[in-house]
């Protein structure tokens, strides 16, 4: 069951911006609307809001603003943003395949935005479906801290896991445990009954497969082409398929 996250530990590597890399406001508050739109307004009753109201409050958010945001999404606050969960698709430097997840009120912007980011650091958006065969979505959850790893996969295994990886990251030790999209919550409850402390859960795109990158170059244009894209405001998570050579980690 156990496994080694090595695309956790460069994305750690690379910023550290704040508690939540790559997230502003915009997309934080989004994430809370569109939970509270879907499900039950009362974070007790719904795991998606709790989750993304604890996202929200690690950014330093105020609660105010949460509060008007879960009031959007259960329609007791006037808003003039309809709010759609999108995916998108499009192919890296070397044909890297990259899925975006967005949440948007203009998909016209959205695209071009998308589009122009790609287009800039050698890629391209593709066509729906280009890529999301290459894919598994599963449910994820983050935990932080040093890890007895008998505790885990007891854990693990107690809560429905499919899989866990141990972070090679000393400065920032943890891991992260995968489960099916329909259990996470009850993942979450039973890795934090076991006194873990899980920072994020998380619905996630997984690569089947990776592509092991060995250029420098192409690199640094596929690490920044996921932050150019993780920056902006309509785009709510990335996944790529390729992991880098040990040689390019350190």
């Known amino acids: 069951m156990a496994g080694h996250s090595k695309?956790?530990?460069?994305k750690r590597q690379k910023a550290r911006v704040d508690a939540v890399r790559g997230k502003t406001f915009t997309q934080l508050s989004r994430a809370i609307i569109v939970a509270a739109r879907t499900g039950s307004p009362d974070p007790n009753g719904n795991f998606q809001l709790r989750t993304a109201i604890d996202k929200a409050k690690a950014a330093g958010i105020p609660n105010d603003n949460i509060d008007r945001a879960i009031a959007k999404g259960a329609g007791t606050l006037d808003s003039n943003n309809q709010l759609e969960a999108l995916?998108?698709?499009?192919?890296?430097?070397?044909?890297?395949?990259?899925?975006?997840?967005a949440l948007t009120?203009?998909?016209?912007?959205?695209?071009?935005?998308?589009?122009?980011?790609?287009?800039?650091?050698?890629?391209?958006?593709?066509?729906?479906?280009?890529?999301?065969?290459?894919f598994d979505q599963k449910g994820v959850c983050s935990i932080e801290g040093d890890i007895d790893e008998d505790t885990l996969l007891e854990a693990a295994l107690a809560g429905g896991?499919?899989?866990?990886?141990?972070?090679?990251d000393e400065e920032h030790p943890g891991a992260e445990v995968f489960t099916a999209v329909t259990n996470l919550e009850h993942?979450?409850?039973?890795?934090t009954t076991q006194g873990f402390t899980v920072s994020d859960a998380e619905v996630r795109w997984i690569p089947q497969n990776t592509i092991v990158i060995t250029d420098p170059d192409q690199s640094k244009q596929l690490l920044k082409l996921v932050e150019v894209l993780e920056a902006l405001d309509d785009v709510q998570a990335v996944t790529a398929n390729f992991d880098l050579a040990d040689e390019l980690c350190g």
């Open 7 to 10: 695309w956790a530990n460069i």
């Open 87 to 101: 995916r998108y698709e499009g192919y890296g430097a070397g044909g890297v395949a990259i899925i975006v997840a």
């Open 105 to 134: 009120d203009n998909r016209n912007r959205t695209a071009a935005d998308l589009r122009s980011a790609f287009t800039k650091r050698g890629g391209n958006l593709g066509e729906a479906g280009c890529v999301g065969w290459m």
């Open 161 to 168: 896991a499919d899989v866990y990886e141990l972070l090679d």
């Open 187 to 191: 993942l979450s409850t039973a890795l």
